[in-house]
């Protein structure tokens, strides 16, 4: 039976470049592998799934709240990558379940775990209920050499826990950092709310 993967990381630990090779790997055996990706998502282009290290491949279907996978025609399609999973409505990721299991079609989902807050992301919390089998994609510190499990936002070259959850943005806006880092980061900018977390600890 297929099963439904999530591989999360931080911004920059190479999960669209992850994606990427994967689906390489897959058409160089001539098989068939449909990539989705958020429609909300158009920081290099309406469908481009694009890495930060340059690797960019087009995709097949744009994901919104309308979307229905039910209706898709997935006749011989051997794979499903998902990029920006993280973003995907939960009743999307329960589509993609119930395609593992009624079509057995594997699906490989990659996205961030949580926000610039430390929350997790809709989709991401139904992946982390449903899915398989979680890897974590590992990355390092931007500021030391610990490894990153958090996401840090810069406003004005400073971090900041102010704005909307979803704010897209690449390395000028996000940066990944070890919990230490971003306690630190966020103490010169955020003092009260630090103090809060902290608080809570």
Excluded: W
């Amino acid at each position: 039976m297929a099963k439904l993967y999530f591989r999360y990381g931080t911004v920059s630990s190479a999960k669209t470049l992850n994606l990427l090779a994967v689906a390489h790997n897959y058409r160089q055996q001539n098989k068939k592998v449909l990539l989705l990706k958020p429609a909300l998502d158009d920081r290099y282009g309406k469908n481009n799934i694009k890495s930060r290290a340059g690797l960019q491949t087009q995709a097949d279907l744009l994901i919104d709240e309308s979307t229905d996978l039910t209706h898709i025609c997935l006749k011989d399609v051997d794979c499903i990558l998902v990029d920006e999973a993280q973003f995907m409505p939960v009743k999307i990721i329960d589509q993609l379940r119930h395609i593992t299991l009624k079509l057995n079609i594997p699906v490989i989902c990659y996205g961030l775990r949580t926000d610039f807050r430390t929350y997790l992301f809709e989709g991401t919390r139904r992946l982390m209920e449903v899915a398989d089998s979680i890897e974590e994609v590992k990355s390092t510190c931007f500021y030391c050499h610990k490894k990153a499990v958090v996401n840090i936002r810069h406003v004005n070259g400073q971090a900041s826990l102010s704005g909307q959850t979803i704010e897209l943005g690449a390395d000028e806006r996000y940066v990944p950092a070890c919990f230490g880092c971003y306690l630190e980061q966020h103490a010169q900018t955020d003092v009260k709310t630090i103090e809060q977390f902290l608080s809570l600890v």
